[in-house]
Nanobody, 122 residues
Framework: QVQLVESGGGSVQAGGSLRLSCEPSVTYSSYCMGWLRQIPGKEREGVGSRDQDATQVYADSVKGRFLISRDAAKNILYLQMNSLKPEDTAMYYC??????????????????WGQGTQVTVS
């Protein structure tokens, strides 16, 4: 069973930055890793993904503002979020799948999920 632990959420003013962390119980480079978010009453939506070959895909709404990075030595994946907007407010989830990433960033593309970390932008 793959376990994912997110951290780093919090409250920030519009225009600010946050960095989320995801610590998987498996080597992240062997999985398609994704970040998704959800607000109450809406479907979970993809933010970005990092494939086994390091290819990254981002949702149009976050391109140029969000960046997925990693610390290979610590086996940690990060989501750096800059120029945050109130509409970025959501619960953010780290997710993993044991296959090649698909470009559509759908929640159904992923098999394993973290518990989520709340991001609030005001």
């Amino acid at each position: 069973q793959v376990q994912l632990v997110e951290s780093g959420g919090g409250s920030v003013q519009a225009g600010g930055s946050l960095r989320l962390s995801c610590e998987p119980s498996v080597t992240y480079s062997s999985y398609c890793m994704g970040w998704l978010r959800q607000i109450p009453g809406k479907e979970r939506e993809g933010v970005g993904s990092r494939d086994q070959d390091a290819t990254q895909v981002y949702a149009d709404s976050v391109k140029g503002r969000f960046l997925i990075s990693r610390d290979a030595a610590k086996n940690i994946l990060y989501l750096q979020m800059n120029s945050l907007k109130p509409e970025d407010t959501a619960m953010y989830y780290c997710a993993a799948a044991p296959w090649v990433c698909k470009d559509d960033l759908r929640a159904s593309d992923f098999d394993y999920w973290g518990q989520g970390t709340q991001v609030t932008v005001s």
